[in-house]
């Protein structure tokens, strides 16, 4: 996952998964997910304080504190890691741990240059200098242990906020492991099946028309690739986070939505699939044809769109339905069904190909309707 930064008038020093540090525009190279354990790492505090999750006789994983502290006069750092102890796979929690204590070590001596340099700055520059801060803590939200959950899966999010003067911005990191004899990353596909993305779209959507008042208008496009990874477990739910100002205004802080595990149903039923096309995200020619974004359309409704630059043609794939469109070519065609015409091909329209609206009913079989906000509703049983 690609770390997400948000920020006014401060520099963050990012922890975790997230594969990468930002400090005023430089990248640093980062440890993700266990690989190998580093060896000889030091640890950087004295205090270890062991938080016990549940019975004892019963419950196997535990997660300790350790507080990390610094040295600096002019960076006030108040660090709390987890440390994993009790899964299954032994390596990997080792390895788990070994990358975020460094990753926080890495994070603290970072802060302690750019707090070095503001003080500087502000002794040349002959106005007081108040020290930075730097808060990094955990919460456990699942604990991996089959006393707990019978799926066995450990989630816990490890939280970075720092202070360079002005207003701080959260950000967040999510670890979702299955306590397994081989551990392995929890992923939205293995929890929701492979229409994950339109079954949380739609979910999604529905709660934030619940409460459209505390959302940016049509601000939410869906889960993207980006976003895959931002979510935890907790009580047989999955909670998918989003960054604070992303779809919401600040007062709102960091958007979740709660989606239970058994949405995704019964192996034998169908997923109903949906998509929200925004009135300024389709365009209507001067014979009255309605067309809409291929692309954002198919992948909210669960297709794989793979693109043929050499032939301008897009090929779209979703379980055993296949369709291929060609670019300024009046043929559509779906499976096995003879191609027919719809009156106008496939269009570029700000660099994106777009589709008359009659191809959600008469090429994919779903249904497209129009809301009184203007806004067109794709539904794909």
């Known amino acids: 996952m690609d770390m997400k930064t948000w920020m006014t008038k401060k520099s963050i020093i990012a922890l975790g998964v997230a594969g990468g540090i930002l400090i005023s525009g430089a990248v640093f190279t980062q440890l993700a997910y266990p690989v190998q354990a580093a060896q000889g790492v030091a640890p950087s505090a004295k205090s270890v304080v062991e938080a016990e999750l549940s019975n004892k006789q019963e419950q196997k994983v535990t997660i300790k504190t350790k507080t990390l502290t610094s040295n600096s006069p ?12 009790g899964l299954k796979d032994t390596q990997y929690g080792l390895e788990m741990n070994d990358i975020i204590e460094r990753n926080a070590d890495k994070a603290i001596q970072e802060w302690e240059k750019l707090a070095t340099e503001g003080a500087k700055d502000a002794k040349e520059n002959k106005y007081e200098f108040r020290p930075y801060e730097l808060y990094i803590d955990y919460e456990v939200k699942s604990d991996g242990s089959a006393a707990a959950n019978p799926q066995q899966l450990l989630s816990f999010v490890v939280t970075q906020e720092g202070f360079s003067g002005g207003t701080s911005m959260p950000i967040k990191y999510f670890y979702n492991v299955w306590n397994k004899a081989e551990a392995e990353r929890v992923t939205l596909e293995e929890l929701f099946g492979t229409d994950y993305k339109a079954a949380l779209n739609k979910q999604i959507r529905e709660q934030i028309a619940m409460q459209p008042d505390d959302y940016f208008a049509d601000e939410f496009k869906g889960i993207d690739a980006g976003q895959e ?14 960054p604070k100002y992303s779809i919401a205004p600040g007062a709102a802080g960091t958007p979740e939505f709660s989606i239970a595990l058994s949405a995704k149903g019964g192996d034998n039923e169908a997923a109903e699939a949906s998509v929200v096309i925004n009135k300024s995200d ?4 001067a014979d009255g044809q309605v067309m809409i974004p291929l692309r954002s ?23 055993a339905v296949f369709t291929s469109i060609e670019l300024d070519k009046d043929q559509y065609f779906f499976n096995k069904v003879a191609p027919f015409s719809l009156g106008t091909a496939p269009e570029l329209h700000n660099k994106n190909m777009y589709v008359p609206a009659e191809f959600v009913s008469k090429v994919l079989q779903g249904t497209i309707e129009k809301a009184e906000n203007g806004a067109l509703n794709v539904t794909l049983k």
């Open 282 to 285: 389709y365009y209507t020619k």
């Open 229 to 242: 990874e931002d979510f935890y477990v907790k009580d047989s739910k999955a909670v998918i986070v989003f």
């Open 74 to 85: 002019y960076l006030k750092a108040q660090v709390k890691i987890p440390v994993v102890e």
């Open 297 to 319: 359309t198919i992948e909210g409704l669960g297709f794989k769109l793979t693109w043929n630059a050499k032939e301008k043609r897009a090929d779209l794939t979703k379980d």
